[in-house]
């Protein structure tokens, strides 16, 4: 898989024009899907009148290496607030814009103040993640996303059955779903599935060092198994995962809990999001279909002049029913009926009638416009809309 993932990776890496345009579109993605923190993200400007293919020209950064703690405290900046905000750039990233920046070591993440805050919190400043190097970035397509959410939201939750049901789905097969978890999370499976509240939290010492090291000699061919199984993207989401640790390890001294609560509620947010364009996907294929069986049943219409094919003899409880059906799929100020009526034309209703702040149907809603005319199969009245 290395040789493979090598061979597509490396000429988009090495075209600096490419490189660009990823910094531009994961700026872009934090604006129009993030902005609760796109202040907080930056990279670059580049500026394109000296680019090309070959040669990157970009803006000067003025700020700090993510791993140079003296550095960060004497510019007014908490290491576990940098912490923070790296877990929740990159949680962002992976479980809702799915365009992952892979490559987040040490060098490529920079930080500096918060040029538009001038206030300190409690002495303190905030900070902003600068992201440097956006050659190697790589794209989830939505199942995968929503998986690899449900996943962490499982291990931050320590449910079992929802870590083994989405590891199955990304690969890892029912024997090694538990490995995956411990791949994850560089925690044992008794540990990933406590409930306690820190199970996930690596204090960084020579005892957990040693635990992991033991592990990973003892099930050395599983894993190499594991590796082989897993999609080429979720092993370069480990690759990031580990390089986020490691970041974490010199700011934090480990993993803190903070992190996992970010980790939890970005995953969780997502999987929800998920859930409401599922419901919402079912209630339009339902409006659709409903209006398809009703289109089946529909007749022409003769009059004395001529034939007309508009769709006439809807009941009133018909029409009822596809107002509740509107209100399902399309929600409004006031539950109501949205534009209903008998199947007379625009110009049959030509002729007059009256106006009436009560819907005809029996629906609550503001000031229905109805007409009558003579002759009106469905009772002479038509709901024309909600105002």
Known sequence: WLV??????????????NEAKNSEKCLLNFRRLSPHIADSIYAPKVYWNLSSSRILTMEFMDA???????GIKELGIRPVDVSNLVSKAFAEMIFKH???????HAANLMIRPLPQDSKKTFGWRKPQLILLDHGLYKELDYATRISYASLWKALVFADAKAIKENSVKLGAGEDLHALFAGVLTMRPWKRVIDPSVDHLVLDGNNTDRSEVQMYASLYFSEISELLRRLPRVILLMLKTNDCLRAVNHVLVGGSSMESFVIIGRVSSEAVLEAKKMAMRSFLNKLYAWYH?????????????????????????????DEATFNALALPMASFGCTALHCGETAARR???????SKCVYGWPARAHACASWEGCPAGGKVVAKVS
Not at 298 to 318: I, L, M, S
Request: aromatic share 4%.
């Open 350 to 356: 030509a002729g007059g009638g009256k106006r009436t």
């Open 292 to 320: 398809e069986k009703k289109r089946g049943r529909r007749r022409p219409r003769v009059t004395k002049n001529r034939t007309d094919a508009t769709p006439v003899g809807r009941t009133r409880a018909e029409d009822g």
């Open 64 to 70: 700090k290496e993510i791993t140079d703690v003296n």
């Open 4 to 17: 493979d993932e090598i061979r597509e990776s490396a000429p988009k890496e090495l075209d600096f024009l």
């Open 98 to 104: 799915g365009f992952v920046h892979c490559d987040p």
